[in-house]
Every structure is written in C-alpha cells, then in structure tokens.
C-alpha cells in the first residue's frame, strides 16, 4: 500500500529506543597504514545476521556508557585487550538511530598503539575483518545495491569490504 511504511523500518510501539555503542578501532597495520576493525555477524536467525558490522552491542547495567560498553562488547565480541593494545578513546561520532532494531548508536573512535590480537567470539562473530581506512574515505568507491527484502524493493548504498558490503548503520558510522 502506498505511504505504508515496511515492518523493519518502524519502531516497536510504545517502546523506547535503547541505548547502544560500537567501537571503531584504527590500528597501524601492514607498512603503518591504517586499519579498521570490522566484524562479519553469523549467519542464522539473529538480528543482522551475516552482515559486516563493527564490535558493539548494547548498554549494560554498570557500563560507563558509551565508552565502557563498547570497550566491553569488543572484548567479549573480539577479545580485544585495550590495555595490551594500546587502545586510546579518541571521540565519538553522531548518534545513528537504527529503526529497525529500536537502537540509538554511539560510535566511539579509537586507536591502539599497535595490532591488536583478536579472536572472534563465534556466537557474535563469524569473521574479524581487518579493512584498510583507505576503503572508507570520501574518495572510496560506494556500491548502489538494490534488493528486496520482506517483499520491499530496496535501493541502497553500500561500501565494499572485500567479498561482503557494508551497509545500513555501520554504513552510516563509516560515512561520518
């Protein structure tokens, strides 16, 4: 029906938006370049399933919220040891409202001294993907995609990761 809005781009009624951080790590990779980690979701029946995103999640109780619960979602997402790393908060990026989960996201930016050793928590992560920021600055290529999904024609950006893209909300955090 036209105007109608799809069931995925609407908030649950009377539900508030909950709170949610991802950590954008930068690290000096191969020859100094900059680095980005980014996560591969598993695939299956859970929210995002198989898609590229970063390590995060939403707040807990006694999180330090943003900061605490995205340094928290990547060392249980990715095993990220901030202190061996060398990982220093450097800001956050703009709140992303994510709809069809019922989110607002905080990107928090960071940088670690070096690579850090990362080992992916199999029930949140299928693959830890480690992306050069060269990928995502405004010069990088961008991907127009179009899809259906729940019966919807979608078109939509997406930046290429290798085999995957990345879409939606990392998209978004990516784009800022």
């Known amino acids: 029906e036209p105007g109608e809005v799809p069931p995925w781009a609407r908030l649950r009624a009377g539900e508030p938006a909950r709170n949610a951080a991802v950590l954008g790590l930068i690290y000096p990779g191969a020859n100094r370049e900059a680095h980005l980690v980014l996560i591969e979701r598993p695939a299956g029946d859970h929210r995002h399933a198989g898609q590229v995103s970063f390590p995060g999640g939403a707040v807990e109780a006694g999180d330090d919220f943003p900061v605490g619960t995205a340094l928290r979602e990547a060392a249980e997402e990715v095993g990220l040891d901030a202190q ?3 990982v220093e908060v450097i800001g956050r990026l703009g709140t992303v409202d994510v709809r069809v989960s019922g989110f607002l996201l905080v ?14 928590d199999p029930r949140a992560v299928a693959a830890i993907l480690r992306v050069p920021v060269r990928h995502f600055l405004p010069q990088a290529p961008i991907e127009i995609v ?9 078109r939509y950006g997406a930046f290429p990761v290798g085999e995957h893209r990345s879409w939606g909300a990392p998209a978004r955090v990516l784009g800022q």
Do not use: F, K, Q, S
């Open 107 to 120: 990107p928090i930016v960071a940088v670690a001294a070096h690579e850090p050793a990362l080992t992916p």
């Open 146 to 154: 179009e899809a259906e999904r729940d019966g919807w024609r979608l």
């Open 84 to 86: 061996a790393a060398g």
